[in-house]
Each structure stands twice: as structure tokens, then as C-alpha cells.
């Protein structure tokens, strides 16, 4: 792992820089690249704005590890909010959430209950839910979660992190279950008994996974194959493997972070694929900006760029 990289993810988990840096007016323009405001108004503005380029979105309010049920309680009714009304808008745009979010520290059924709650008015709505991966400690209470959600509701999909060892076998057993699976590298400082520690293993096993996803007998069951990714190199890889064994463009996914990359967004949904964007909003951002920082670290270009121009 870069010194780069391992110096952003710690900084991710600091609290005395979550609470001091983000006033820094410098740190306040620089993340605006990233997403387009903190509240659910400024992501719909943006997702409205996509849709028009033929793009569509998924949301996400910004915050994790949730200690308090008041607020546990508070951000799954904003998410109920926020789905409700999406579908008043007519608007391609589906709810990602964390687990955490929802209570998971606090107490794992309560957090489940919400959880179910918003799986059922996305259903009712027409629409899809994901549940976000955080650190790889959560990840097999998540799988519970969501094999278990899953039973109840079709339309359900995971984050799964390509620098995890495991991932292989999580993949396979999920998409067998008719899981959607959105496959990003992974943006948490995990130790090396864990994770792949440098960045062209998880290259090359994300390549090895993003295969076995467009496998017709991996879509078999309904699994729904999404890559979340900015690396132009990779799109291009998994495009002509797709190409190469007959998957047609519409039947596999790329999901993009606003604000990046948005030439490659736009001429992918020229050329046929299938492109969402998420949108990121909330004022719990400075941890999921860093991580963001940690997954590109040449994005620090950017935050230069920001502080001097």
C-alpha cells in the first residue's frame, strides 16, 4: 500500500480532522468536486441534471456507525422520505445505504427492521435497493442481512470490495441466491491477512471477478452485475470480455462516483452502456472523502488545484 494512501485512510478515521478540517474553506471547495451539496435537494438537482445526459443515479447520504437510536430511527426516515419521493418524481434513482447507518452497532434486529422497511417501499415503488460494505469486520453480518432480506424482496443487491481475499467465494454464493452485486476495489486501511496489499493484485483479481459475474450461470438466478469503477483501463477490459462471450451492454452495469470522470461517464452512455452515477450528499463527508482521496491518491491533484487556483 502507498504512503499516500495509508496516510488518507487514517486520516479518514480522524476525529480531530473530521471535526477541525472540514471548516477549512480550501477542504469545503475541494469536496464539492465530489458531490453537489449536503442536502437531498442538491442530489436530486444533480440526478435530475444527469438523467437529462441519459445517466442515472443512485443516492446515498453520507454517515456511518450510528450510536444513538433517535438517530438510527431519523436516517431511515429519511431514506422512507427520499424514496417516496423519487417516485413522485418519476426519477431513476436508487437508494444506497449502510448498515451501520441503520443501527448496527446498536443492536443488529433494529437495524435489520429498518433495513426491511426501506426494501419494502423501494419494492413498492418499483425500485432497487443496495446495501453498502463498510470495513471487512461487517462483512459477514452484512451477507446475513441481505441473504436474509433477499428471501423477502427480489430486487436487492451488495457492495463487495475486490481487495478482499474472501470476495471469491461471497460472490459466487450470493449471485447463486440472485443477489446483485456492485463490485468496487475497496477503500479501507485492512490488514495484509485480509486484503491484497498492492494495488495490482486487486486489479487483477477484480478482473478475475468481474468474469465470473458475466458468466451466463452467475445471471442465471437475476443477479444483477454492476462495476463500480473509475479505471478507464479496467472498463475497457470488462467491455470486450463482454463483447467476447456474448453479454449484451444492457444486461451488466457501471456505477460512477459524481464529479469523476465525467467525460468517460458520458461517452460510455454514448456507446450503449449502462451507466449510473452515485451521488453522494449529507454533512458526515470528511471520512468518505478521504476514502475517496484513498482510492486514486494522483485525485489529490485536484484538492492542489483547489487550494492554489
Same mark, same amino acid.
Request: net charge positive; proline share 3%; aromatic share 10%.
Given at each position: 500500500m502507498s504512503v499516500a494512501r495509508t496516510l488518507l485512510l487514517k486520516a479518514s478515521n480522524s476525529k480531530w480532522l473530521r471535526e477541525h478540517g472540514t471548516k477549512a474553506p480550501f477542504v469545503r471547495?475541494?469536496?464539492?468536486?465530489?458531490?453537489?451539496?449536503?442536502?437531498?435537494?442538491?442530489?436530486?438537482?444533480?440526478?435530475?441534471?444527469?438523467?437529462a445526459e441519459g445517466i442515472t443515479a443512485v443516492f446515498t447520504r453520507l454517515g456511518e456507525n450510528v450510536r444513538d437510536l433517535a438517530e438510527a430511527d431519523g436516517v431511515?426516515?429519511?431514506?422512507?422520505? =427520499?424514496?417516496?419521493?423519487?417516485?413522485? $418524481?418519476?426519477?431513476?434513482? /436508487?437508494?444506497?445505504?449502510? +448498515?451501520?447507518?441503520? !443501527?448496527?452497532?446498536?443492536?443488529?434486529?433494529?437495524?435489520?427492521?429498518?433495513?426491511?422497511?426501506?426494501?419494502?417501499?423501494?419494492?413498492?415503488?418499483?425500485?432497487?435497493?443496495?446495501?453498502?460494505?463498510?470495513?471487512?469486520?461487517?462483512?459477514?453480518?452484512?451477507?446475513e442481512l441481505t441473504r436474509r432480506l433477499r428471501?423477502?424482496?427480489?430486487?436487492? =443487491?451488495?457492495?463487495?470490495?475486490?481487495? $478482499?481475499?474472501?470476495?471469491? /467465494?461471497?460472490?459466487?454464493? +450470493?449471485?447463486?441466491? !440472485?443477489?446483485?452485486?456492485?463490485?468496487?476495489?475497496?477503500?479501507?486501511?485492512?490488514?495484509?491477512?485480509?486484503?491484497?496489499?498492492?494495488?495490482?493484485?486487486v486489479d487483477a483479481n477484480y478482473v478475475a471477478l468481474a468474469q465470473v459475474m458475466l458468466e451466463a450461470g452467475s445471471r442465471a438466478g437475476g443477479a444483477r452485475p454492476v462495476f463500480g469503477t473509475h479505471d478507464v483501463q479496467l472498463i475497457d477490459t470488462i467491455r470486450r470480455h463482454a463483447a467476447t462471450i456474448g453479454v449484451k451492454p444492457a444486461e451488466f452495469e457501471f456505477h460512477m462516483l459524481y464529479g469523476i470522470q465525467k467525460a468517460t461517464q458520458l461517452r460510455l452512455a454514448h456507446d450503449g452502456a449502462s451507466v449510473r452515477v452515485l451521488i453522494a450528499y449529507g454533512d458526515y463527508w470528511f471520512p468518505w472523502y478521504m476514502r475517496r482521496l484513498a482510492e486514486r491518491p494522483a485525485n489529490m491533484w485536484f484538492v492542489a488545484k483547489n487550494i492554489f487556483g
Amino acid at each position: 500500500m502507498s504512503v499516500a494512501r495509508t496516510l488518507l485512510l487514517k486520516a479518514s478515521n480522524s476525529k480531530w480532522l473530521r471535526e477541525h478540517g472540514t471548516k477549512a474553506p480550501f477542504v469545503r471547495r475541494a469536496v464539492s468536486r465530489f458531490m453537489p451539496g449536503e442536502s437531498f435537494d442538491d442530489m436530486l438537482v444533480a440526478a435530475r441534471a444527469m438523467a437529462a445526459e441519459g445517466i442515472t443515479a443512485v443516492f446515498t447520504r453520507l454517515g456511518e456507525n450510528v450510536r444513538d437510536l433517535a438517530e438510527a430511527d431519523g436516517v431511515a426516515g429519511h431514506y422512507l422520505e =427520499g424514496i417516496d419521493r423519487i417516485r413522485g $418524481l418519476n426519477l431513476a434513482c /436508487e437508494p444506497s445505504i449502510k +448498515l451501520t447507518q441503520l !443501527g448496527l452497532d446498536i443492536d443488529r434486529e433494529l437495524a435489520y427492521g429498518h433495513l426491511r422497511d426501506l426494501a419494502a417501499r423501494a419494492h413498492a415503488a418499483g425500485n432497487y435497493l443496495w446495501v453498502d460494505m463498510e470495513q471487512s469486520s461487517y462483512v459477514d453480518v452484512t451477507l446475513e442481512l441481505t441473504r436474509r432480506l433477499r428471501g423477502e424482496f427480489p430486487r436487492v =443487491g451488495v457492495c463487495l470490495q475486490a481487495y $478482499l481475499y474472501r470476495t471469491r /467465494e461471497d460472490l459466487v454464493e +450470493l449471485m447463486g441466491r !440472485g443477489i446483485g452485486i456492485r463490485l468496487v476495489k475497496g477503500a479501507y486501511n485492512e490488514p495484509v491477512g485480509v486484503a491484497f496489499p498492492r494495488k495490482s493484485d486487486v486489479d487483477a483479481n477484480y478482473v478475475a471477478l468481474a468474469q465470473v459475474m458475466l458468466e451466463a450461470g452467475s445471471r442465471a438466478g437475476g443477479a444483477r452485475p454492476v462495476f463500480g469503477t473509475h479505471d478507464v483501463q479496467l472498463i475497457d477490459t470488462i467491455r470486450r470480455h463482454a463483447a467476447t462471450i456474448g453479454v449484451k451492454p444492457a444486461e451488466f452495469e457501471f456505477h460512477m462516483l459524481y464529479g469523476i470522470q465525467k467525460a468517460t461517464q458520458l461517452r460510455l452512455a454514448h456507446d450503449g452502456a449502462s451507466v449510473r452515477v452515485l451521488i453522494a450528499y449529507g454533512d458526515y463527508w470528511f471520512p468518505w472523502y478521504m476514502r475517496r482521496l484513498a482510492e486514486r491518491p494522483a485525485n489529490m491533484w485536484f484538492v492542489a488545484k483547489n487550494i492554489f487556483g
